[in-house]
């Protein structure tokens, strides 16, 4: 595989390859550290066989553009990374079986679930902050990337649920007709909630909507990765993790009160809170659940899908 990748890493990048290492990749694609003649890089490969993989790849070359502009256009240089262009100038490479991003290599880890010293919480909501400064009016396309509310995985969820009586043995489906009840009624709640708010002219600026301890670096700096889920959305899309007690724990007082420095006039819609702590926990479950239901994953994927899976559906209510 690693041989295969390094064609690949050559014959776009033009780089001499000196070694590829596999590292802890997240739930969306493959990492590895990549040592050239030319210094060291980190690709992420995205496995086209998985059924999550169309959510993360579809839409590269929409988002890539932006993270580039705000990259070399702001006060984010430095605190966020961007791909790095292929020779032909693509954001992008790709064979039969993935989908690859190449980046500069970041000496330093990712928090994971650390609990966050003051100067990274704070350096997080600068980052947050510096973000929501912008939105369509860049000199960028952004309308590919506007929030619609959309809700597609409700149904897939719903169906998933009703799946015939022949796997209720499967543990991923006991756990799902275990909370039937409080999944449906969650389902209605952000359908309502969706209608609601597109209806509504609500203030739209450039959301990660992903921010996490798996998605944050620490360096010389905090440094937010992963930006494939970019979206021009409201600012709740991104803020939702830290507000209450369900995502992000003991934060949201340190993060609003830098957050208010750059934006002093926010105030939260707590449609659009409960909205985008809803999707998010629906859109987890699915995702678990199709994973677990019709991808061939190994035990220690499995293992961690299910406890995910089940605390997600717990935590609802």
Known sequence: METLFAEIIEKYYNLSIIDIVEQKGGWSARAFRVDTTSGIFFLKAYEKHKASTEKWTSMIDSYVPIVVWLYNNTNLHGKIICPILTIDGQYKCENDHFIFLLFPYIEGYTLCDKPMSVTQKREMAEIIAELHNYGGEIPVVTNTIKEDFAIPFCHELKELISLNDKLSSNETMSILKEHEAV?????????????????????????HTDVHGWNLMQADRLILIDWEGMKLAPPEADLFVFIGDHFWHNISAELMETY???HPNFEINPDALAFYQIRRRLED???FAQGLLYEDINDEVKRQSLYYLRQECSILS
Request: glycine content about 0%; hydrophobic content about 50%; proline content about 3%.
């Open 183 to 207: 999944l449906i009624k969650n389902i209605v709640k952000v359908s309502t909630l969706a209608a609601k708010l597109s209806k509504e002219n609500l203030p739209h600026v450039l959301c």
């Open 260 to 262: 208010k420095k750059v």
């Open 285 to 287: 479950i699915c995702a």
